[in-house]
């Protein structure tokens, strides 16, 4: 699954029931800090802008309707995964995603 922001700024959640892969795609085309504006109420930015520390309980208000027990099953799962490799920060429970940024023509 991945975070979309897009090139108005808004926030999507896409491939939702993707649990292998957790990313944040910027098809915004802005700088830093106006990524980290966007992604305010959703996650912060690593130092270097290159991953952002994810609140995993804002992720489920991204999708479309609520989420069905077994979507939250599996997201729940993937977090347990990602803490196995060291990417939730304990005292937040955010989850780490990379940031790919989109080639915007």
């Known amino acids: 699954m991945f975070i979309a922001i897009t090139r108005s700024g808004l926030i999507e ?4 029931a993707n649990f292998s892969s957790f990313k944040i795609v910027d098809w915004s ?8 504006v966007a ?3 959703l996650a912060r930015l ?3 802008g290159t991953a ?3 609140d995993a309980a804002a992720v489920p208000k991204l999708l479309a309707s609520a989420p069905t027990e077994q979507w939250q099953t599996s997201f729940s799962n993937m ?4 803490r196995k490799l060291g990417w939730v920060e304990e005292a ?3 989850v780490r995603a990379h940031i790919e940024r989109a080639q915007v023509a």
Do not use: N
């Open 79 to 82: 977090v347990t995964s990602a």
């Open 52 to 54: 952002a520390w994810v």
């Open 39 to 41: 992604l305010d109420s």
């Open 46 to 48: 690593t130092p270097d």
């Open 13 to 16: 959640l896409h491939d939702a």
């Open 92 to 94: 937040t429970g955010a």
């Open 29 to 36: 085309g802005k700088g830093p800090l106006e990524l980290a």
